[in-house]
């Protein structure tokens, strides 16, 4: 710990126990020196001790600053101890402090002595002059709530969870298998997670556990039966990633409209250098103008996505998988009309009953030879091996997919060989990773446990 070593300072320590000595303006309990330095040395609680009114207040603004400082000094509190044993003994040495008993213990009174004054050590001393061994021990008897993130690694290296330090101790491991989570929760209050399956096998041993955050939309990796029947709210995070997702789709969708993998390739293989002609039609390509957009999926993602593709000139029409989604400005369409009218299909639906596999082989019989889909929604939405048929056979211009059945893809995909032609581009479920996007869902997660918290105070 952090703390540790910077108490190792003995000649700063033998200044504070004087200064804090001088400020008790009487002989000081040797039990108390025990906490001094520990606090002395935390710039977190130093930081509010010329500004706060008096200790309880330092104590608050510290906690919502380093809510774990208080459980860091109580878990490591012998050997602190030791630390400031060493420096009361090397103060007495060099003649700074001595002891004298006082009603049969013994306390340290000051030898006076021209000692650069520090301010804090000062107030600190004053305030614990008023104050009884139990009243300084208060903040150190109370348990904070363990925060425990189980997939860091997932929101990207270059995303600061150290926020949510401010609600209580935290641990942030970049990866767990359901193994390792059992392990980590175990004694936890609240987990924050994206990816990790938590059922019923990995969250019966977490006794204190009351809250799970999702860094996600989708709570299919939760158990909510078992949560709901065990007290534990689950939150998700939702509407972080409409923007993105609408401008990942266009880009998948021009890549391949566009032909741009042609034209970047004619032009990096020096082959326009060679050219008679100022221009290149090596790959005909066509206005999205006039053309007809087919949405899977009307929420806020869908309806940002019609909302540019009216922008581009398209007329957009959909379908909705629940049969629950109606807009007034935009056509609802039964599935099979929509792909037999659309020259581009857009997914943007969740995956259930209703929509696994929608995408097979009897859907591509229906759409256009010159259509291209797009997969922003969820990869089981379309049967793979049907899909690479229908590419292979030409039944359809063209995909773009960033999401897939198996997340990494799997070496024995169908698509894998595809990947390299002018009709399919995958990325790697990417769509929703913007920076301000993951920095936007970290601050949504954040708040919905700061609520959770709010809510719950005793």
Same mark, same amino acid.
């Given at each position: 710990m952090k703390l540790i070593e910077q108490m190792k300072n003995e000649d700063l320590g033998c200044v504070l126990l004087y200064n804090f000595t001088l400020g008790y303006n009487r002989p000081v309990p040797v039990s108390i020196y025990d906490y001094v330095l520990p606090l002395l040395f935390s710039e977190s609680f130093t930081s509010h001790i010329l500004s706060a009114s008096g200790y309880k207040e330092c104590v608050e603004e510290t906690i919502k600053e380093e809510p774990a400082l208080f459980d860091d000094i109580r878990n490591q509190l012998e050997e602190l101890k030791q630390l400031t044993n060493r420096t009361l003994g090397l103060a007495v040495v060099n003649r700074i402090l001595a002891f004298?008993?006082?009603? @049969? =213990?013994?306390? +340290?009174?000051? =030898?006076?002595? &021209?000692?650069?004054?520090?301010?804090?050590?000062?107030?600190? +001393?004053?305030?614990?002059? =008023?104050? /009884?061994?139990?009243?300084?021990?208060?903040?150190? &008897? /109370? =348990?904070?709530k363990k925060i425990v993130i189980l997939d860091g690694e997932t929101l990207g290296d270059d995303i600061d969870l150290t926020l949510f330090k401010k609600l209580g101790s935290l641990t942030i491991y970049p990866a767990s298998t359901q193994e390792e989570a059992i392990e980590r929760i175990a004694d936890a209050h609240y987990v924050l997670v994206n990816k990790v399956v938590l059922d019923e096998k990995v969250l019966k041993t977490a006794e204190h556990l009351e809250y799970?955050?999702?860094?996600?939309?989708g709570t299919n990796n939760i158990d909510l039966a078992y949560c709901q029947d065990h007290q534990i709210t689950v939150k998700n995070v939702s509407g972080y990633s409409t923007d993105i997702v609408a401008q990942h789709t266009f880009a998948l969708l021009l890549y391949l409209y566009e !032909?741009?993998?042609?034209? *970047?390739?004619?032009? @990096?293989?020096?082959?326009?250098? !060679? &050219?008679? &002609?100022?221009?290149?039609?090596?790959?005909?390509?066509?206005?999205?103008? $006039?053309?007809?957009w087919g949405i899977i999926g009307l929420g806020q993602i869908g309806c940002q996505v019609a909302k540019i593709a009216e922008a581009f000139g398209c007329h957009v029409i959909y379908y909705s998988t629940s049969g629950q989604n109606h807009h007034e400005h935009y056509q609802q369409v039964p599935f099979l009309t929509l792909l037999e009218q659309s020259d581009i299909v857009s997914i943007h639906a969740p995956l259930n009953e209703q929509t696994y596999h929608l995408f097979n082989g009897k859907a591509f019989a229906h759409m !256009?030879?010159?259509?291209y889909l797009?997969?922003?929604?969820? +990869?089981?939405?379309?049967?793979?091996?049907?899909?690479?048929?229908?590419?292979?056979?030409? %039944?359809?211009?063209?995909? $773009? %997919? *960033?999401?897939?059945?198996?997340?990494?893809?799997?070496?024995?995909?169908?698509?894998?060989?595809?990947c390299d032609s @002018?009709?399919?581009?995958?990325?790697?479920?990417?769509?929703?990773?913007?920076?301000?996007t993951r920095n936007r869902l970290v601050q949504f997660a954040f708040s919905n446990l700061l609520a959770f918290i709010e809510e719950n105070v005793e």
């Open positions: 004298e008993m006082v009603d @049969q =213990q013994a306390c +340290g009174v000051i =030898q006076t002595r &021209s000692i650069l004054p520090f301010n804090e050590a000062i107030r600190l +001393g004053e305030w614990f002059n =008023q104050l /009884t061994l139990e009243e300084i021990t208060v903040p150190f &008897s /109370t =348990q904070t799970i955050g999702l860094f996600a939309t !032909k741009m993998a042609y034209y *970047d390739h004619y032009v @990096q293989s020096g082959d326009y250098c !060679k &050219s008679s &002609s100022f221009s290149h039609f090596g790959m005909p390509f066509n206005e999205l103008s $006039g053309k007809t !256009k030879r010159t259509a797009i997969n922003v929604g969820r +990869g089981p939405i379309i049967d793979e091996f049907e899909l690479a048929f229908a590419l292979k056979h030409h %039944l359809i211009a063209g995909a $773009g %997919l *960033d999401v897939l059945e198996t997340e990494p893809m799997s070496k024995d995909s169908p698509l894998l060989p595809l @002018q009709h399919l581009v995958i990325t790697p479920h990417s769509a929703w990773a913007a920076v301000e």
